[in-house]
């Protein structure tokens, strides 16, 4: 079953170009009027589709972030922002969620209360796996904040038992230093993608999941590599 469905994917499915799509041609690439269609797009309309390719979608959400003031960078890709004396909101870096497929969760380890420096506590989930993020300081989780609530970007608030945040927050060049990692590692992805459009004439449609794209090893490596 599963190599009669293999035998039968569109090649510009089997290189991943495309999400779904079984061949209805006899492989006659040459007389199918899909094939043609997918040329003509990467051949004569790179610059009006490319923007809606995964690729080109994280790289302009990259290129548009800026150094926030009034947000605390910490290392491990998390950022805090105070509430009151040695009392903060704890949220994911927005260089990380340009990274995150749409569909995922954020679990907090809920077996304790207080972290370590190093040891893991948040873990964030999807169809292609998890990515575990540890702790950056030694801290101690108040509350988890609720998803539907006004600060749902938040994930909770947490303590900073050491007073140990101020020292650990990013320069506005090490911030930079990420962002540029994080942007030549998705122009590196780009060079081998052809830029086409999000949806094709006859029903195939461009993937637009960058877990999809590269395999599910691959993305959590490329998770690791960046955000651990």
Same mark, same amino acid.
């Given at each position: 079953?599963?190599n009669?469905?293999?035998?039968?994917?569109?090649?510009?499915?089997?290189?991943?170009?495309?999400?779904?799509?079984?061949?209805?041609n !006899? +492989?006659?690439?040459?007389n199918?009027? &899909? %094939?043609?269609?997918?040329?003509?797009? #990467?051949?004569?309309?790179?610059?009006?589709?490319?923007?809606?390719? /995964?690729?080109?979608?994280?790289?302009?959400?990259l290129?548009?972030?800026?150094?926030?003031? !009034?947000?605390?960078? #910490?290392?491990n890709?998390?950022?805090?922002?105070?509430?009151?004396? %040695?009392? +903060?909101?704890?949220?994911? !870096?927005?260089?990380? $969620?340009?990274?995150?497929? *749409? $569909? *995922?969760? /954020?679990?907090?380890?809920?077996?304790?209360?207080? &972290?370590?420096?190093?040891?893991?506590?948040?873990?964030?989930? =999807?169809?292609?796996? $998890?990515?575990?993020?540890?702790?950056?300081?030694?801290?101690?989780?108040?509350?988890?904040?609720?998803?539907?609530?006004?600060?749902?970007?938040?994930?909770?608030?947490?303590?900073d038992?050491?007073?140990?945040?101020?020292?650990?927050?990013?320069?506005?060049?090490?911030?930079?230093?990420?962002?540029?990692?994080?942007? =030549?590692?998705?122009? %590196?992805?780009? @060079?081998?993608?052809?830029s /086409?459009?999000?949806?094709?004439?006859?029903?195939?449609?461009? @993937?637009?999941?960058?877990?999809?794209?590269?395999? !599910?090893?691959?993305?959590?490596?490329?998770?690791?590599?960046? +955000?651990?």
């Open positions: 079953m599963n009669s469905y293999e035998k039968l994917k569109c090649i510009w499915m089997a290189s991943n170009v495309i999400e779904y799509k079984l061949c209805d !006899n +492989f006659d690439c040459e199918c009027l &899909f %094939d043609k269609a997918m040329k003509n797009l #990467i051949n004569l309309a790179p610059e009006k589709h490319s923007s809606k390719n /995964v690729i080109s979608t994280i790289s302009q959400k290129h548009e972030l800026k150094y926030d003031k !009034n947000t605390i960078y #910490i290392n890709s998390l950022i805090v922002k105070e509430l009151c004396r %040695d009392t +903060f909101y704890l949220g994911i !870096n927005p260089i990380l $969620e340009c990274f995150l497929d *749409y $569909e *995922y969760s /954020v679990d907090i380890n809920e077996s304790r209360k207080d &972290f370590h420096k190093g040891e893991k506590f948040i873990s964030i989930s =999807g169809d292609w796996g $998890e990515f575990s993020i540890s702790s950056p300081i030694d801290l101690m989780v108040y509350d988890k904040m609720d998803s539907s609530s006004s600060n749902s970007n938040w994930l909770a608030i947490i303590g038992i050491k007073q140990s945040i101020p020292n650990s927050r990013l320069s506005k060049t090490e911030w930079d230093k990420s962002l540029n990692k994080a942007i =030549g590692s998705i122009e %590196d992805i780009k @060079t081998g993608i052809p /086409v459009g999000d949806t094709m004439m006859d029903g195939g449609a461009m @993937t637009k999941q960058l877990h999809k794209l590269l395999g !599910n090893k691959k993305y959590v490596s490329l998770l690791n590599s960046l +955000f651990s």
